[in-house]
């Protein structure tokens, strides 16, 4: 009787938890349309594959023109809203090709290529790993990095400064999307 009663708790859960993965989160248009850039204060609708938005615990969304734009938020959240962040782990970026929104976690970025973002050099974000690679080798780029690999050493990079020794290892994302496990491809 239990074990029938735990199967159907389980069976369910995996379901939900499948309908909530196959729903694809997008930003509200009004969002994308309206919205500026919490660092750079640029238009993103200017910008479509260069936009990157956050959804924080608060239900708030935060958009910006740019990867670049996004990490230096996170590196420094208070000099931009006054807060403290409260990150639900929720961060799309679209796709440097198709235009199509992914979970910035599950994205390949490429840094060091010669294509220029709203504020200069920038990471391009795709949802393959081929893809991405063949962008890096066609556009003079220096690597093809996940999330967690977006490092303050690659924010050096953008900004164009050289990196101290203590940058070169120190994440950037939040850790509380660290405990999301991007599937592998």
Not at 27 to 34: N, S
């Amino acid at each position: 009787r239990y074990g029938i009663f735990l199967l159907l708790f389980v069976s369910s859960t995996i379901a939900l938890s499948n309908a909530r993965a196959a729903e694809q989160l997008t930003p509200p248009d009004w969002v994308l349309d309206k919205g500026v850039c919490t660092v750079s204060g640029f238009k993103v609708k200017d910008y479509p594959q260069w936009q990157v938005c956050q959804l924080d615990r608060g239900g708030e969304w935060r958009v910006f023109a740019g990867m670049k734009n996004f990490l230096i938020y996170v590196n420094d959240p208070d000099k931009y809203i006054g807060t403290k962040v409260r990150h639900s782990g929720d961060i799309l970026v679209r796709d440097y090709t198709t235009k199509k929104w992914i979970d910035a976690l599950f994205a390949y970025f490429v840094f060091g290529d010669d294509i220029i973002g709203p504020n200069g050099r920038d990471v391009a974000a795709f949802d393959s790993k081929e893809k991405a690679e063949r962008f890096a080798r066609s556009n003079k780029g220096l690597g093809v990095v996940r999330m967690l690999g977006l490092r303050r050493s690659v924010l050096s990079y953008l900004e164009g400064v050289q990196p101290d020794s203590a940058d070169l290892d120190s994440i950037i994302v939040p850790k509380v999307i660290e405990s999301k496990q991007a599937p592998v491809r």
